[in-house]
Nanobody, 115 residues
Framework: VQLQASGGGLVQAGGSLRLSCAAS????????MGWYRQAPGGQRELVAV???????NYADSVKGRFTISRDNAKNTVFLQMNSLKPDDTAVYYC??????????WGQGTQVTVSS
């Protein structure tokens, strides 16, 4: 299974971006789909995750601004990011936990928010 992330880029503060992450390969189901980010010099942190039952969790720093969604038919997860701030600048990684219990990471996509 491989993940391909896209949608990153450079945007001004207050702007929006939409990230996508599509899985390819033989997949029997998902436990969870999520987005993480890692800023320069920082640790990788959870941004948002959606479970197989639809339960969603967000980091406090992005609540009300970011929205995670998925298209099960296309094995794709999205992250709509609005009202972006310079502190959102990071490399964003998608992560799928697939059945039975395998964690797969995408290659990362750079998001840069200028002030």
């Amino acid at each position: 299974v491989q993940l391909q992330a896209s949608g990153g880029g450079l945007v001004q503060a207050g702007g929006s971006l939409r990230l996508s992450c599509a899985a390819s390969g033989i997949i029997f189901g998902f436990k969870a789909m999520g987005w993480y980010r890692q800023a320069p010099g920082g640790q990788r942190e959870l941004v948002a995750v959606i479970g197989s039952g639809g339960t969603i969790n967000y980091a406090d720093s992005v609540k009300g601004r970011f929205t995670i969604s998925r298209d099960n038919a296309k094995n794709t997860v999205f992250l709509q990011m609005n009202s972006l701030k310079p502190d959102d600048t990071a490399v964003y990684y998608c992560n799928f936990v697939i059945v039975p219990l395998q964690s797969v990471w995408g290659q990362g996509t750079q998001v840069t928010v200028s002030s």
